[in-house]
C-alpha cells in the first residue's frame, strides 16, 4: 500500500473513532437532558397538582379529588396522572405501578423519580409526589410519561451523526487522497525513480521537486549526492587509469630487470654459435671446394637461427603488451620459460626440472605472457636461493585447495603450479613481508625488491593467489593456484595493494 493511502486511511481511521466517539458522547448528553428535563416538568406538575389535590380532598372529599386528578390526566398528551396507596394490594385500583420496594422512600415523604424500560424504544418515567390527606395512609400522585419520544430523538441524533460521520470520513479521505497524492505521492514516486536510476549508474538528470518540505530537501540532498558521485568516479577513473599505467610500469621495469639477469646468461649461449659461425666463415674464405662451402653455409644457417631464436625469447619477453586473458596451457607456459632460463640456470649450476605430474590437462584463464612473468620470477628467484646449485623442480597439477581469508571463497579443485627449490629457505622474521614491494634479502645488485611483489599483483588480477612453505635449509617451495578454464571468471579479491601474510609461510631463499 503506497504511503498516501497509508496515510489517507489512518486519518480516516482516527477521524471516524473520534467522531464516534463524539456521537456517543453527544447522545448520552442528549439523553441526560432530555430525562432531566422530564424529572424537572413532572417535580413542577407535581407540585401544583399536590396543592390542588390537598384543597379539593379537604374541601369536598376523595372522590373529587381523584376525579379533578383524572380530568387532568386526560387533558395532557403522552402524560398520566393516578392516585396510589403505598400500602394498595398489587394489581388493585390503587396500587403504584412500580413495586413498594422501589418507592419506599415515599413512607418518608420525599419525592421518587424511576425510569423503567421495555425493551430497545419503550418504556415510561415515573415521579411519585407524596401528598398528605390521611395520616393513617401514604398517598401520593403518580405522575407517568411515555419515553417513546425520548427514544424517537435519540434513534434521530443517532442516525444524523452517523450519517454526518460517513460523510465527513468520505470527504476527509477524498481530500486526504487527493492532497497525499499531490504533496506526497507524486514526489515519492519521483525520488524512487531517482534512486532506481542512481541503482543503474545513471547519475545525470537532477531531479526538481519545488516544494520546500521533507521531501524537498531529500531531493536536494540526491542531487548533492549525484553530483558527488559523478565527481568520484570521475576520479576514481583517473586514479584507476594512473594506478593501472603506474603498475605496467612497474611490471614492465621488473622485466627489463630480469631482461638483464637473463642477458648475462643468454651472453655465454650465444658465444658457442657466434665461434662456429665465425669459425665457418674463415674457412669460405680461405676457399673450399663446392661440397664443404655447402656444408659451412648450412652450419653457418643453423647457428643463425639458433641465436635467432634465443634473441626472440628474450625480446618477447621484454616487450611490453596490453594484457589478454585466453585459456592457455600452463605446461605450455612453463616449459618455455625454462626453456629461456636454461642458460642462467647452467651458469649458476642449478638443473630445471619440470614434472607435468601425469600430464593431465591444465588449461586456465591466463595471460601468457603474464604468467611467463610469474614463472620467471619465482624461478629466479629460487635459483639465486641454491648458492650452492641443485635441482630446481617446477610442478604443475591438480590440486584441492582452500583460499586464504583475505581472498575468500571456498575449497575446491585449482590448478597448482609449484616452483620447488632446495635452497637455503628464508627467515622466519621475513616471511611475512616477502610480497611487500621493494623488500628484498638479496646481495645488492641482484634484485630490486619488485620481482615477488609483481607476481603477487599479477596472480591475484587472475582470481588466484601465490600459498609459500620455507623451512630454513631444506628450502622452499612457491605455489600459484588458478581456477581451472571454464569454472567461472576469475575474481581479483580484496586487498590487491597489500601483501598478505603467506598461509605456512617461507620464500626461497631471499625475496625478490
Known amino acids: 500500500m503506497r504511503l498516501a493511502s497509508k496515510l489517507t486511511l489512518a486519518l480516516v481511521l482516527v477521524m471516524c473513532v ?15 437532558l432530555f430525562e432531566t428535563d422530564m424529572r424537572r ?5 407535581g407540585i401544583a397538582l399536590r396543592a390542588a389535590v390537598i384543597e379539593i380532598w379537604r374541601r369536598d372529599g376523595m372522590n373529587e379529588a381523584l376525579r379533578v386528578l383524572g380530568e387532568a390526566s386526560e387533558r395532557e398528551d403522552g ?3 393516578r392516585w396510589v396507596w403505598l400500602d394498595a394490594p398489587a394489581g388493585g385500583r390503587y396500587a403504584p405501578a412500580l ?7 415515599l413512607s418518608r415523604g420525599a419525592e421518587v423519580f424511576r425510569l423503567q424500560r421495555e425493551g430497545d424504544r419503550s418504556g415510561r418515567f415515573y415521579t411519585y409526589a407524596p401528598v398528605a390527606v390521611d395520616p393513617a395512609r401514604v398517598g401520593a400522585i403518580e405522575i407517568s410519561e411515555s419515553l417513546e419520544e425520548e427514544e424517537t430523538y435519540v434513534h434521530a441524533s443517532v442516525v444524523n451523526t452517523v450519517i454526518s460521520i460517513v460523510a465527513l470520513a468520505a470527504l476527509s479521505g477524498l481530500l486526504a487522497m487527493t492532497f497525499g497524492q499531490l504533496l506526497v505521492g507524486r514526489p515519492t514516486q519521483r525520488l524512487v525513480d531517482k534512486t532506481r536510476r542512481i541503482g543503474e ?18 531531493a536536494r540532498e540526491i542531487n548533492a549526492m549525484c553530483d558527488n558521485l559523478a565527481e568520484a568516479r570521475e576520479r576514481a577513473a583517473r586514479e584507476t587509469t594512473a594506478r593501472i599505467a603506474a603498475l605496467e610500469q612497474l611490471r614492465h621495469a621488473d622485466r627489463l630487470g630480469t631482461v638483464g639477469k637473463l642477458a648475462s646468461g643468454l651472453a655465454h649461449e650465444l658465444g658457442t654459435p657466434l665461434n662456429v659461425v665465425g669459425g665457418r666463415a674463415k674457412m669460405i674464405a680461405r676457399g673450399l671446394s663446392t661440397e664443404e662451402t655447402a656444408e659451412s653455409a648450412r652450419i653457418i644457417a643453423e647457428q643463425a637461427d639458433r641465436m635467432t631464436k634465443i634473441i626472440r625469447q628474450l625480446l618477447d619477453f621484454a616487450r611490453r603488451r596490453v594484457a589478454h586473458k585466453a585459456p592457455a596451457d600452463l605446461a605450455h607456459i612453463a616449459r618455455q620459460t625454462l626453456v629461456l632460463l636454461e642458460p642462467l640456470a647452467r651458469k649458476r649450476g642449478v638443473t630445471v626440472r619440470l614434472d607435468e605430474a601425469g600430464g593431465a590437462p591444465a588449461r586456465a584463464e591466463v595471460d601468457a605472457g603474464q604468467m611467463q612473468q610469474v614463472l620467471t620470477n619465482l624461478v629466479i628467484n629460487g635459483m639465486q636461493s641454491m648458492k650452492r646449485g641443485g635441482e630446481l623442480t617446477v610442478r604443475v597439477e591438480h590440486a584441492r585447495a582452500r583460499p586464504p581469508a583475505d581472498h575468500g571463497g571456498a575449497e575446491g579443485e585449482h590448478l597448482a603450479v609449484r616452483v620447488i627449490d632446495r635452497g637455503e629457505g628464508i627467515e622466519p622474521g621475513n616471511v611475512s613481508r616477502i610480497f611487500e614491494p621493494f623488500f628484498t634479502t638479496k646481495d645488492v645488485g641482484e634484485g630490486t625488491g619488485l620481482g615477488l611483489s609483481v607476481s603477487y599483483g599479477i596472480v591475484r588480477e587472475h582470481g588466484g593467489w601465490i600459498d609459500v612453505e620455507s623451512e630454513l635449509g631444506e628450502g622452499s617451495t612457491f605455489t600459484v593456484y588458478l581456477a581451472p578454464s571454464g569454472d567461472g571468471a576469475a575474481r581479483p579479491a580484496a586487498g590487491d595493494d597489500g601483501a598478505p601474510s603467506p598461509r605456512r609461510g617461507g620464500a626461497a631463499g631471499a625475496a625478490a
Open 41 to 45: 416538568d413532572e417535580h413542577l406538575i
Open 201 to 218: 549508474g545513471d547519475l545525470g538528470g537532477p531531479l526538481l521537486l519545488p516544494q520546500r518540505d521533507e521531501l524537498g530537501q531529500i
Open 79 to 81: 402524560v398520566t396522572f
Open 99 to 105: 413495586p413498594a420496594a422501589d418507592i419506599a422512600e
Open 18 to 32: 473520534v467522531l464516534s466517539l463524539y456521537g456517543y458522547l453527544s447522545v448520552r448528553r442528549e439523553r441526560a
